[in-house]
């Protein structure tokens, strides 16, 4: 069961240090799961959609800009041959009936395309008013999340400071507690907490380990009583090693 020795008062230290080692693996655990990263991936994402959310409509507004010129390039086009036929007609210089006639209905149906053209250029700029909407949405949200994001980062590194210097706490304690720890003792319960989730030592209460919370059997127990007190014992159940102090229940 016991390979390495060391004294009763070396054997206590171990609390002190699985204490500090499970202080880091809690505030590691919390660095790493700060609800503000979740909100910064969230927000980050809703960043990327606004952006495409407003080339889009911008792409969309310049090709409405380019729709309407056109349309209006047209409606001004019809006008000037309106006007041009018009004034021939006003002019009383077209003699025959025929050409009149003839001019008459370029005329009407000249109107007829300007009508047309004209309720073209109401539709685009109806549908302009849409996309600029929707561009102005897209730019509002774009600078609330980019606000939002600001203060979560803010927020984030503040915690992240908070941690770090309770880490730095936590680890120059463990430091000057593993100083006072024999090398050999020390070694071995480095390797134990590197299989059992970052503690590598728990004390023996009342005949159970605090480290498995399992129950000693009494076998196991009567082995831990005849044992020597410099004898490194370790649980049966999860290796760890087992610290006796006044409340082992021995
Ligand atoms: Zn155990």
């Not at 693996?25 to 969230?42: G, K, M, Q, V």
């Amino acid at each position: 069961m016991a390979f390495v020795k060391a004294s009763p008062d070396a054997q206590l230290r171990l609390l002190e240090l699985a204490e500090l080692d499970t202080e880091l693996s809690r505030l590691d655990h919390r660095r790493r799961t700060l609800p503000e990263i979740a909100e910064l991936e969230r927000l980050s994402a809703r960043a990327a959609q606004v952006r495409d959310a407003m080339t889009a409509a911008e792409t969309q507004l310049s090709d409405l800009d380019r729709e309407q010129a056109r349309a209006e390039r047209d409606v001004e086009q019809v006008r000037v041959r309106i006007d041009r036929d018009q004034d021939r007609l006003d002019g009383g210089k077209v003699a025959s009936a025929r050409d009149l006639e003839s001019l008459q209905s370029e005329v009407v149906s000249l109107k007829r395309r300007q009508s047309d053209l004209e309720e073209v250029v109401l539709e685009l700029m109806e549908r302009r008013e849409a996309a600029q909407t929707a561009r102005d949405t897209a730019a509002a949200e774009q600078a609330s999340v980019t606000q939002e994001s600001t203060a979560v980062t803010a927020r984030r590194d503040a915690a992240l400071s908070e941690i770090g210097e309770q880490a730095a706490k936590a680890g120059s304690a463990r430091a000057s507690v593993a100083a006072g720890v024999p090398g050999e003792l020390l070694a071995l319960y480095d390797k134990v907490r590197d299989t059992h989730a970052g503690v590598g030592a728990a004390m023996l209460r009342r005949g159970r380990c605090e480290g498995c919370h399992v129950s000693m059997s009494t076998v196991d127990l009567n082995a831990v009583r005849a044992a020597a007190a410099d004898e490194v014992v370790r649980c049966e159940e999860c290796r760890r090693i087992l610290v006796r102090t006044a409340e082992s229940g021995l």
